[in-house]
């Protein structure tokens, strides 16, 4: 059983309800700032955290204790799921996210399996379970990269300053692009959904590189599939934030879509 979420402020805001004040949580919430977390990181990687349910609601709980913000955000990484789609992907210590067999063709994209979220990933369900059955008072907000963000790293190999093959990719393979674009919306969902039948209260959708796009190219290449993702979601009676990095020229585009919050960053 769920327990009893005493602050629901955040909750009260995405949902355009009056909430009292603003409520505040921060997206890296566990972090350099804690003495514990930075202990931890020493021993464990994240890959080490978040596969240790009890470790990684620690993790998570942590900030709320400290800083008594108004909501938790699940600590974990958007890479988590791709291996149970047969991504071979690696956190490398100051270069994050390698993929070691990048997409390149539709072939490639043809490969890719499907994610099973209680035989993949149970150890995040778990997390989530423990955090929101015992441990927590405020809210938890769960997360998944988005399809284009998820689909960078893909096909890139890694992170990226340009995103010139993953643009060059959508532009030329347009079949394979829009069929990548489906097999992870279909992952996001499935996702999605395990994670607020786990507990989850909230959730954020990372599409952090989308700014790479201009709204013409958003349009044509990436609305169509958000749209699918949060309509499916939106019987899932729970607030979604879409977020992305120097994406204010996308701000009308994501006010149509069916969320709650749009995340910007400081530009």
């Not at 009260?12 to 009292?20: D, I, L, S, T």
């Not at 514990?36 to 900030?63: G, M, N, W």
């Not at 607030?239 to 995340?263: C, K, R, T």
Request: with cysteine; proline share 6%; glycine share 6%.
């Amino acid at each position: 059983m769920k327990k009893k979420i005493l602050n629901d402020s955040f909750l009260k805001a995405a949902r355009g309800e009056q909430a009292g004040r603003v409520p505040v949580w921060y997206m890296r919430q566990a972090g350099r700032s804690q003495p514990e977390y930075r202990k931890l990181k020493e021993k464990y990687s994240l890959f080490d955290i978040t596969h240790q349910p009890e470790l990684c609601a620690y993790v998570t709980r942590l900030p709320v204790e400290h800083y008594d913000v108004d909501a938790a955000i699940l600590y974990k990484d958007i890479m988590t799921p791709l291996p149970a789609l047969g991504v071979e992907v690696e956190i490398l210590k100051g270069a994050g996210p390698v993929i070691h067999n990048p997409v390149s063709s539709l072939k490639d994209v043809e490969k890719l399996g499907e994610l099973y979220p209680e035989e993949d990933v149970p150890y995040v369900l778990e997390t989530i379970r423990l955090l929101t059955e015992e441990q927590l008072a405020v809210p938890l907000i769960g997360f998944s990269g988005a399809p284009f963000t998820l689909a960078s790293y893909m096909i890139e190999g890694g992170p990226s300053k340009d995103y010139r093959k993953t643009k060059a990719f959508m532009y030329t393979e347009p079949k394979a692009w829009f069929a990548l674009m489906e097999k992870l919306a279909d992952m996001i969902i499935v996702y999605v959904k395990a994670q607020i039948k786990a507990g989850a209260s909230a959730i954020q959708i990372f599409d952090s590189w989308v700014g790479a796009l201009n709204a013409a190219d958003y349009r044509n290449y990436i609305k169509p599939v958000m749209e699918r993702i949060f309509t499916a979601l939106q019987k899932e009676n729970a607030p979604f934030i879409l977020f992305g990095v120097g994406a204010g020229h996308l701000a009308l585009e994501w006010n149509s879509l069916p969320i709650d919050v749009v995340g910007l960053d400081w530009r």
